[in-house]
């Protein structure tokens, strides 16, 4: 199972990851913030699917067919867990290294888009101070890592639910002559 886990985590943290890296080189102030969320989703969601791929080719490779619920969602929360650690640590050494003012550009990047879309005033000033405090909590790698987790961790977690669901199987298939 570690072998199927960590190829299967690795693939789909170098996807996410990779997305996230292209991302940022194209710029989010080039992006629309709604189409960056979802082509990052979605990007989630492809290297997530992998944990089908796992789920099926252990199954059918080590378990004669069968598995049951809770080694499918175990081997899909290693991988969710891998893969997650892989994008973390993509993420704290692009933005410590490459980009540690993108705080500051993506706050001014959102009230711009805030401003443009008509929001009040007293609402660019809670932005403003939301902003502020995300800056300040940014300055801690600890927040930053754990910040980072929720964005991908609980996508891969759903993921590795329904995988389980869908792929357990309790007796192995029967071929049809």
Do not use: C
Not at 90 to 111: C, G, N, Q, R, S
């Amino acid at each position: 199972m570690k072998k199927t886990v960590l190829t299967y985590g690795l693939i789909s943290g170098t996807i996410v990851s990779l997305w996230m890296v292209v991302s940022l080189a194209i710029g989010f102030e080039h992006l629309d913030s709604n189409w960056g969320m979802i082509l990052g989703f979605t990007a989630m969601i492809i290297g997530f699917a992998f944990i089908f791929v796992a789920i099926k080719n252990y199954r059918e490779h080590f378990g004669d067919g069968r598995i049951s619920f809770a080694k499918a969602f175990k081997i899909g929360l290693y991988i969710s867990l891998i893969a997650s650690t892989v994008y973390v640590a993509v993420w704290m050494i692009d933005y410590y290294i490459f980009i540690p003012d993108f705080m500051e550009k993506y706050t001014a990047h959102y009230l711009e888009n805030m401003k443009t879309a008509g929001a009040t005033q007293a609402e660019i000033s809670e932005a403003t101070s939301k902003m502020a405090w995300y800056r300040e909590m940014y300055k801690n790698p600890l927040f930053v890592a754990l910040l980072t987790y929720t964005e991908i961790l609980p996508l891969g977690l759903v993921i590795s639910l329904i995988a389980a669901a869908i792929l357990q199987r309790k007796q192995p298939s029967v071929a049809v002559e």
